[in-house]
């Protein structure tokens, strides 16, 4: 295919200045979401506010980031996804710079409100630009590798927001995020200055295709269900705020369900949510990405009260999953290439079930590396388990929709996320309620925490199971378009086509 370099982002010539800024990009998404947990204390302490309040600084975000993904998502399918990726750095820059230069906790929360949109943004266009970038059975590699630089902003964060707040001040976290982005926008802007605008690319073109209705229904239907799960988490599932957010859900979804039934050019089309395979699939990563907010939260409680851990020593030992995932994530992601996704997701699902199994027998003298090579079995068993159903997902985007799915890939983040958080609290505090001292307690929330994790896995495998018998059924099937076509046509790009240019 003929390589345009001067109108082609995607092209050749483009293609490692495309992929530095991506990485430049995702590296300050994983540390922010790492380095402003630690500095809310010192928020709440500063500004004299309450922890409910402090704690919106971490909330606002996500709730922004996860109502907006499917918007941002189809913006990327009809514009360009380089443009929503570079306006996500330009948001991410600003809501910075504000959080930079607030003088109180409400403007921190704004701030914050504003990454979110860019972090929105980021998430629903990279996993189009891959798809763009790469040929789809090549896709698990640079995937991998982007994940992992995420992943190790995310390790950095705590222990660099911990130094810049005591050696200089809080205001210095956000600050670090400047310079970074601004690097990771440069080469976006030189690329699509080369552009050109083609006609029926202006504002009236645009909204003809956006579906601003559903993007509505989709923002509320999205920003209520991760602050349902939020507030459960902290103040149980029959409190008012959950219910209120619930049936927010509820109508918001059945709306939009309407809706999209009726709208010549959906936001999303339904179908995609009734096909087996991806259900199958989206079904898989939220009970991996449920799994993974389980074990953050119950292990550090089983550390410092059932095994007398320091706090230091705790945050030490989980860098056991949490490193070992970064770094096996670009060796998953090309086996993934190799061996193909499900296999990948088959052999991380077992390994999952497997760690989870032998974990049901810790009690409180387990000492430190069976601590220890438990985590990091769960760290490998994660870096399967991520990137191959990532890569699995995105295979099945049809052209013209690869913003849809990566939008739609990255709204399971924070969704399945707080669920797991709301999920594993509960349990962990229904089995702690069986014990009378502080360590019988640790010990027995932490058993009943494994418990529900060793039957998240157990559903992964049956899930796969699934998989594998709706792949041998509809071999020579899969979506395109309102109906389906041969395999060959949508979900892989043939070898002939190379890399996909737009």
């Not at 409100?113 to 590699?141: D, K, N, T, Y």
């Not at 957010?245 to 009726?262: D, G, I, N, Q, Y």
């Not at 896995?457 to 395109?480: D, N, P, S, Y």
Request: aromatic letters at 10%; one cysteine or more; proline letters at 3%.
């Amino acid at each position: 295919m003929e390589d345009n370099g001067k109108n082609n982002p995607f092209s050749e010539k483009n293609h490692r200045a495309l992929v530095v800024s991506m990485c430049l990009a995702l590296f300050v998404m994983g540390l922010d979401m790492g380095v402003v947990n630690v500095i809310l204390p010192e928020l709440q302490t500063v500004f004299d506010t309450t922890v409910s309040r402090t704690m919106m600084v971490a909330t606002v975000y996500f709730m922004i980031m996860a109502a907006f993904q499917l918007f941002f998502g189809r913006c990327s399918d009809v514009v360009n996804p380089v443009a929503v990726f570079l306006a996500g750095v330009i948001f991410f820059f600003l809501g910075s710079l504000i959080c930079v230069v607030s003088q109180t906790i409400f403007q921190i929360i704004a701030g914050r409100a504003v990454q979110g949109f860019g972090a929105a943004m980021l998430g629903a266009s990279f996993g189009a630009i891959i798809l763009h970038l790469r040929a789809r059975e090549q896709i698990g590699g640079l995937l991998g590798m982007m994940v992992m630089v995420m992943s190790l902003g995310s390790i950095i964060g705590p222990p660099l927001g911990g130094f810049l707040t005591q050696r200089f001040s809080w205001h210095w976290v956000f600050a670090i995020n400047l310079p970074i982005c601004l690097l990771a926008a440069i080469p976006l802007v030189w690329m699509l200055k080369l552009r050109e605008r083609k006609p029926g690319q202006g504002l009236a073109a645009f909204m003809q295709r956006i579906d601003p209705v559903g993007a509505v229904l989709s923002v509320f239907m999205f920003a209520s269900l991760p602050m349902a799960f939020s507030t459960a988490a902290s103040s149980g599932w029959k409190s008012l705020p959950v219910l209120l957010f619930l049936l927010a859900f509820v109508l918001s979804a059945a709306l939009f369900v309407f809706w999209e039934k009726r709208v010549s050019v959906p936001l999303i089309r339904l179908d995609i949510l009734t096909n087996s395979r991806v259900l199958v699939v989206i079904g898989i990563k939220v009970f991996v990405l449920m799994i993974i907010n389980g074990v953050m939260l119950i292990y550090p409680f089983f550390m410092v009260q059932g095994l007398g851990f320091s706090v230091g020593r705790t945050g030490i030992m989980m860098l056991a999953c949490a490193g070992v995932m970064a770094v096996l994530t670009p060796v998953t992601g090309r086996l993934s290439d190799r061996l193909g996704p499900v296999r990948v997701m088959g052999a991380g699902g077992l390994i999952m079930l497997g760690v989870s199994l032998g974990v049901l027998f810790f009690d409180a003298q387990a000492g430190l590396l069976l601590v220890f090579f438990s985590l990091a079995g769960f760290g490998v068993a994660f870096a399967g388990m991520t990137i191959s159903s990532t890569v699995q997902l995105l295979r099945f985007a049809a052209r013209g929709e690869e913003g849809v799915f990566s939008g739609l890939n990255s709204l399971l983040t924070p969704v399945s996320g707080s669920l797991g958080l709301a999920v594993f609290s509960f349990i962990y505090a229904m089995g702690a309620k069986s014990a009378e001292t502080d360590a019988g307690r640790a010990l027995a929330g932490f058993q009943a925490g494994i418990i529900g994790i060793v039957s998240c896995a157990g559903c992964i495998v049956l899930m796969l199971c699934l998989l594998r018998f709706a792949r041998e059924k509809t071999q020579t099937v899969e979506i395109t378009g309102r109906n389906r076509v041969p395999q060959s046509r949508s979900t892989d790009i043939s070898q002939s086509e190379g890399k996909r240019h737009v």
